[in-house]
């Protein structure tokens, strides 16, 4: 038997800032591609190397991406909506399904938010946000 999660009802929330900090869930996300990155490579090979040698860099948690059903009155995309045009910092949450559940958190930045539409669709929204720092998995 397989010990895989479902995907449906997984939150993707936003803090306030606040002490203690409280989260708001981004309403109707229908996918969430991320977080995962890489470290870059640094060439330490010298002249007495009999082959190419490396070490690794600082981790680069790379971006997150949201699709969504747009509902410009939800609070969750709105304050996505206005972070990226502030370029504001804030800390994200993601809860998986397993029990206990897996919290990811991580701080970000809104890069993107764009609206798409297409011919026997919804109208939906792409948001880019940019990982600035360490991501954590906890249960």
Same mark, same amino acid.
């Given at each position: 038997?397989?010990?895989?999660?479902? #995907?449906?009802?997984?939150?993707?929330? #936003?803090?306030?800032?606040? =002490?203690?900090?409280?989260?708001? =869930?981004?309403?109707?996300? &229908?996918?969430? @591609?991320?977080?995962?990155?890489?470290? =870059?490579?640094? /060439?330490?090979?010298?002249?007495? #190397? +009999?082959?190419?040698?490396? %070490?690794?860099? %600082?981790? /680069?948690?790379?971006?997150?991406?949201?699709?969504?059903?747009?509902?410009? @009155?939800? !609070?969750?995309?709105?304050?996505? $909506?206005? @972070?990226?045009?502030?370029? +504001?910092? $804030?800390?994200?949450?993601i809860? %998986?399904?397993?029990?206990?559940?897996?919290?990811? *958190?991580?701080?970000?930045? !809104?890069?993107?938010?764009?609206?798409?539409?297409?011919v026997?669709?919804?109208?939906?929204? =792409?948001?880019? %946000?940019?990982?600035?720092?360490?991501?954590?998995? *906890? &249960?």
């Open positions: 038997m397989s010990n895989a999660m479902k #995907s449906q009802g997984i939150l993707f929330q #936003s803090g306030d800032g606040a =002490s203690p900090e409280v989260f708001t =869930s981004v309403g109707e996300v &229908t996918s969430i @591609d991320g977080p995962g990155g890489e470290a =870059s490579e640094i /060439d330490v090979t010298h002249l007495g #190397s +009999t082959a190419k040698e490396y %070490l690794i860099g %600082l981790p /680069d948690e790379g971006n997150i991406t949201l699709d969504c059903a747009l509902l410009p @009155d939800d !609070v969750g995309q709105t304050r996505l $909506r206005n @972070d990226r045009i502030n370029a +504001t910092l $804030r800390n994200y949450k809860t %998986l399904t397993d029990t206990p559940a897996t919290i990811i *958190t991580f701080a970000g930045y !809104v890069k993107g938010f764009r609206v798409t539409a297409g026997d669709n919804r109208i939906g929204a =792409s948001i880019t %946000l940019r990982v600035s720092g360490a991501v954590t998995y *906890t &249960t």
